[in-house]
């Protein structure tokens, strides 16, 4: 059987309507066009450190580091960029090539809100107009970030079909896609979709890798041992793991959300608990029933709240070369006050779902081995939501 | 020579799309054979799934109502079989790849064969996908219907050139529901099948209307109506055959068969 484009293994294709199907070969020559070109790099180098904030700083956490009494804790620090995430650093790479592309408007999905607003960021610096998808349920979950995307000037659309959350925000935006191509691009937030979508983001956010990899030679002279990064569709991970991936030293595992629990109904744990479907235009793990019909997934996080992850990231599981480990909610939401606690710093709930697992994982290395923990996002947009958690009613 | 084919025998074909078990089985089949009888020359019948990316709001929410009422894909086969023992026009799946992919291609194909089903539609699996299942669909002797969009351009002829069964060819832009008004230069786009195939071909998404099909089956081969039979199942339930009956009799003589 032959293999189409935009393979991971068995991963990956480009599984949409043939509707689609020019936009996504118009995309890709584009991507080619631009992707070495010096100008085009410059351009974003340029928007990356002057507008974002790049490179994101590589912090020693000595305070957390001394208190789990294990390996040597190093945070990728993703939240202080522009935005809040590392959303932005994708968001750039790709307005910038709409714009070449001679595209005036920009769709996007959102589940926490996070890539809806560094969407609508872009949109309003490039002065595109911009619609972003959110399932209803999470506009609700993260009503703040809904107000920023309307401050910035976008329309952000509640999604009321399905399970009104991540996944439905991605049907949805496929659809208007659909609807209004010549003029549109659709602007993917993770490593995920059909081809070129998933190298594309995953290009973007190799950045994180690339950063971490220098920063970490010039402070400890050396490779770390093992790269911690949450995983829901995948896009902070696999930028946090592109530039070690031929590293075999470097141990890379992505924690993913079990929710309440692995064994239960109420998880978004793909690689743990899905199988091999195609759905959301790839071939890839996904949680689903026994026709095929994809499950209602669940996580207090709304931005790792999707049935299914990156092509690549079902690769390097198959392979062997990264480790994918269930955290549940309980364990997030202990993570998301440790830090904010031993470090003074407040964790986007995604990222506490690493800094859970390398709460788990320090203590049992020695202390001449290094972790770095990707901290994708801030946290300031989950304290109404984490109150709620613990019982405590907020206004935001 | 395709089963299929004998859809387009009785002059310009009209194919009404009904979405399996919306709301029950028992009404799905009785819709069935009341398009049978009022002039149906082939039938779509979907296979629920939770997702449905290519369909607009209507048939979404027949979608939902269909696995709410708890059908499976062994379910859908068994109606296959039931509405065999009299139905005799062609019948097509139109579903998505992961249901198909999950029951395993092979399986599936080998049940459509056994039940009856002539060929399948699959939204989300364009030309470049086609191996994925074409060798087993081929194997079995169902036919893997191809769909051509209005964007498709340079690729209308590549599609064309490998088509079996019929082609499916998408009236408009977006996502299956009714549209005021047709847009797209579907006669262009039928000259460039003409030139590539001699299969036929018909036009779905958007029609609603006797006037509608009429018109683009007089630029094409036939007409394909989804929405707006799921329109009156929404409205009239477990009762809704008889109305289906009397849109479909209405449909084939628009269509001008």
């Known amino acids: ?396 | 020579m395709s089963k299929i084919s004998k859809a387009f025998e009785n002059g310009k074909a009209f194919i009404p799309f009904i979405t399996c078990g919306d709301p029950d089985l028992e009404t799905t089949a009785k819709v069935v054979r009341e398009a049978v009888k009022n002039g149906a020359d082939l039938i779509e019948i979907g296979i629920p799934f939770s997702d449905p990316t290519a369909e607009g709001p209507v048939i979404q929410g027949a979608n939902i109502r269909a696995l709410a009422g708890g059908v499976t894909t062994d379910k859908v086969f068994d109606l296959v079989k039931d509405l065999r023992r009299d139905v005799e026009i062609p019948l097509v799946f139109m579903t998505y790849a992961n249901v198909v992919f999950s029951y395993g291609a092979e399986r599936f194909m080998s049940k459509c064969r056994e039940t009856g089903i002539d060929g399948i539609i699959l939204p989300d699996l364009p030309f470049e996908e086609r191996d994925e299942f074409l060798p087993v669909c081929r194997e079995y002797g169902i036919d893997l219907i191809s769909l051509i969009a209005p964007t498709s351009e340079s690729r209308v002829a590549m599609i064309a050139k490998e088509a079996e069964g019929f082609i499916y060819l998408v009236s408009s832009l977006g996502v299956t529901g009714e549209r005021r008004e047709i847009t797209t230069d579907i006669a262009k786009i039928v000259s460039v099948i003409r030139e590539n195939t001699s299969i036929p071909c018909a036009v779905g998404f958007g029609i609603s209307t006797p006037e509608q099909a009429r018109k683009m089956a007089a630029l094409s081969d036939g007409a394909i109506v989804g929405s707006a039979i799921i329109r009156i199942l929404e409205k009239y339930g477990r009762d809704a055959a008889e109305h289906v009956g009397e849109f479909v009799r209405e449909m084939k003589e628009g269509v001008g068969g």
Not at chain 1, 262 to 271: N, P, Q, R, S, W
Not at chain 1, 280 to 289: A, E, T, V
Not at chain 1, 362 to 390: F, L, W
């Open chain 1, 1 to 396: 059987m032959s293999q189409s484009k935009g393979r991971f293994g068995i991963h990956g294709g480009q599984y949409i309507p043939e509707t689609l199907m020019n936009a996504v070969i118009e995309l890709e020559a584009a991507y080619n066009r631009y992707k070495d070109d010096p100008e085009f790099n410059a351009e974003l180098s340029d928007l990356l450190d002057n507008y974002a904030g790049r490179p994101s700083r590589l912090y020693y956490a000595e305070k957390m580091t001394r208190d789990l009494g294990g390996a040597k804790i190093y945070l990728k620090r993703e939240d202080l960029n522009h935005t809040g995430s590392h959303k932005i650093n994708n968001v750039l790479g790709q307005a910038l090539l709409a714009k070449k592309m001679g595209k005036t408007r920009l769709i996007a999905e959102t589940g926490a809100g996070q890539h809806g607003v560094a969407t609508a960021t872009a949109a309003a610096l490039f002065g595109m107009e911009c619609v972003v998808f959110m399932g209803e349920e999470d506009t609700k979950r993260q009503a703040l970030n809904v107000y920023r995307m309307r401050l910035l000037g976008s329309e952000v659309i509640p999604v009321k079909t399905g399970t009104a959350t991540l996944k439905d925000a991605v049907s949805e935006a496929m659809r208007e896609w659909t609807r209004r191509i010549s003029d549109t691009h659709y602007c993917l937030g993770s490593v995920m979709g059909p081809h070129p979508f998933p190298t594309i983001v995953r290009d973007f956010q190799s950045v994180i890798s690339r950063e971490i990899k220098e920063q970490l030679l010039k402070k400890e002279g050396r490779l770390p041992d093992a790269v911690l990064a949450c995983v829901g569709g995948g896009s902070n991970a696999m930028g946090s793991f592109y530039h070690f991936i031929n590293d075999k030293s470097v141990a890379l595992i992505g924690c993913e959300a079990a929710g309440r629990g692995i064994d239960t109904f109420e998880t978004a744990a793909t690689v743990n608990t899905g199988r091999l479907g195609i759905f959301h235009g790839m071939k890839s793990y996904f949680c689903q029933d026994d026709f095929g019909q994809i499950a209602p997934v669940y996580s207090i996080s709304a931005g790792l709240d999707y049935p299914g992850v990156g092509p690549e990231h079902a690769y390097l599981h198959d392979i062997g070369r990264a480790q994918y480990v269930p955290v549940t909610d309980d364990e997030a939401v202990e993570a998301f006050e440790y830090l904010s606690k031993t470090e003074g710093i407040i964790p986007a709930i995604e990222s506490a779902h690493a800094v859970a697992h390398a709460i788990k994982l320090a203590p049992t290395m020695d202390k001449n081995k290094i972790i770095v923990i990707t901290i994708s996002g801030r946290g300031d947009k989950d304290c109404a939501a984490i109150a709620r958690y613990r019982g405590e009613d907020i206004n935001e």
